[in-house]
């Protein structure tokens, strides 16, 4: 069987990351939203438009969803390829959408704090289409996530490390071949040239991987998904815990 990479410098260089696990959540230590906030007034969208649609990049190298002026602002620092993620995804994105973004007393960013190759991978292509795609190719490759382990797999061990030792212009573009990738992207909007021009753009994947390291320290990120609410981490692993947060900080 193919082990995916658990060693902090999985890739065959320059890239080196510290690498969080998948699930171990927040951290009491660093505090928690405030327990009794005091409600938080909806903000109304500009007319035919909803703040769910309302997509951007951020400074720190994730996307926004959302009122940019939200009050209560939500991050969440998340793997393509930890199953806790997918799980979140799975549970969280209709009723944060609908309930909380939209009501523009939440904004929502998601971080890609990647772990291994596939994840990187996989994180560079969902950036490459428009901002607006971002959060829909996201949720849909945690919603098929199994099919890309599968495929590494089916390829066996000798291809897999193969991929991973490539040439870094050539690395990612086989990564995406023997899991799958292009087709599956290709079938959103993706096509494989636009996906081969985005694989090869070095300075994103260096980028994606020196902020997992310089935010990883910052704000003590020992495993994914991992939630910041106004800056701060909290103790939370699934929709329901990340929910109460949100309410306990006014959006109620």
């Given at each position: 069987m193919i082990r995916l990479p658990a060693k902090t410098a999985f890739f065959a260089a320059p890239l080196i990351l510290a690498l969080a696990a998948c699930g171990s959540g927040g951290d009491e230590a660093t505090g928690s939203a405030p327990a009794n906030g005091e409600p938080v007034a909806s903000v109304a969208a500009p007319a035919g438009q909803s703040w769910s649609e309302t997509i951007s990049q951020t400074?720190?190298?994730?996307?926004?969803?959302?009122?940019?002026?939200?009050?209560?602002?939500?991050?969440e620092y998340g793997s393509l390829t930890c199953s806790h993620c997918a799980e979140f995804s799975g549970n969280a994105m209709e009723p944060l959408r609908t309930e909380y973004v939209d009501t523009g007393r939440v904004s929502f960013e998601l971080r890609n704090f990647v772990r291994d190759p596939i994840d990187i991978t996989g994180a560079m292509l969902t950036r490459c289409g428009a901002d607006e795609s971002y959060f829909a190719l996201t949720d849909q490759f945690w919603a098929n996530q199994p099919q890309f382990f599968e495929a590494v797999q089916n390829a066996g061990e000798q291809a897999y490390q193969g991929a991973i030792s490539a040439?870094?212009?050539?690395?990612?573009?086989?990564?995406?071949?023997?899991?799958?990738?292009?087709?599956?992207?290709?079938?959103?909007?993706?096509?494989?040239?636009?996906?081969?021009?985005?694989?090869?753009?070095?300075?994103?994947?260096t980028q994606l991987a020196e902020n997992t390291q310089a935010q990883g320290e910052q704000f003590d990120i020992t495993g994914t998904p991992t939630f910041l609410i106004n800056g701060r981490k909290i103790e939370a692993l699934t929709w329901p815990e990340v929910q109460t947060a949100l309410q306990n900080a006014g959006a109620r």
């Open positions: 400074a720190e190298g994730g996307y926004v969803m959302g009122n940019p002026d939200a009050p209560i602002k939500l991050v040439p870094d212009d050539q690395r990612y573009v086989a990564i995406a071949e023997i899991t799958g990738m292009f087709d599956f992207f290709a079938a959103r909007g993706i096509s494989r040239d636009q996906a081969i021009s985005c694989l090869q753009n070095a300075p994103t994947a």
